[in-house]
């Protein structure tokens, strides 16, 4: 049996990224985010509207997405409460949120610039991936129970980098899950992964299969075809 209930927030694991996003003094604001998920090279993230983050991304469309380790989640809950925004919304002034002129000094993270890059990376992350804003749309206008103005952002990643560290022996573009261990926002409480508990069904065939635009020449050619007269049945 199931009990029908109602909680006040839906946070059922996910990972923890901090995002970091270019202030208009050319400083570089981060914060945590944990609304995000991936398909293929894009990615949406659910914003608070009254950020600064998303005051950044509005502005000048850019981000890098720093992706948060279990080791880290000391560091994460310094930055926890503390805006980027002067002004301060009401939600945010009554669960205590304080402003921060420059969060990687009051949270203890370096920040890491990229050469050519105007944006901080938060160095302690081991992966960063570099992002454009391709679309930004409101969400859940219309639902009374949505307490706060918030936006779905749709970005596009240019960018993956990721320390030497965590990736396969063989196959330098390939994360090793076995060695990535991301931090997890679990209903408003910090996780990290245990160990694997099976081989999953779906790798069965190679990671390669994700990755038409991989193939070269002919072969290229061919699967581009084939995939598009797939991809029209389905009105794309
Ligand atoms: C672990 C964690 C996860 C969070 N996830 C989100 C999220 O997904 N979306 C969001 O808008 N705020 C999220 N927040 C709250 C933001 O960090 C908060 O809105 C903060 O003020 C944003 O900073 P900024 O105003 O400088 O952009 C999260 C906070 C923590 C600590």
Partial sequence: ?????????????????????????????????????????????????TSKSTENLKKNG????????????????NLALLTGSK?????????????SKDKFTDSGFTPNKRDSESINCVNEC??????IVKNISEFAKN???????AYAIELQITQVNASP????NDNKNKIDPNKWNPLIMNFRKLYSLSSELNES?????????YAP????????????KVLKLSNKKYGH
């Fill in 213 to 224: 635009w991989k193939k070269k020449g002919i072969v290229r050619f061919l699967t581009n």
């Fill in 1 to 49: 049996m199931k009990l029908n209930i109602e909680p006040s927030i839906m946070y059922f694991g996910t990972p923890v990224v901090l995002i970091s996003t270019l202030n208009e003094d050319g400083t570089t604001n981060i914060a945590p985010i944990s609304s995000i998920w991936w398909l293929g090279w894009s990615c949406m993230i659910g914003l608070d509207s």
């Fill in 126 to 131: 081991k992966i960063q991936l570099t992002a």
């Fill in 143 to 149: 639902d009374a129970r949505m307490a706060i103005p």
């Fill in 165 to 168: 560290e965590i990736l396969l």
């Fill in 62 to 77: 850019q981000c890098v997405l720093n992706l948060a380790s279990g080791d880290l989640a000391n560091k994460v809950n």
């Fill in 201 to 209: 069904r779906l790798a069965i065939k190679s990671e390669d299969l």
């Fill in 87 to 99: 002004e301060i919304p009401i939600h945010k002034r009554l669960l205590g949120y304080k402003y």
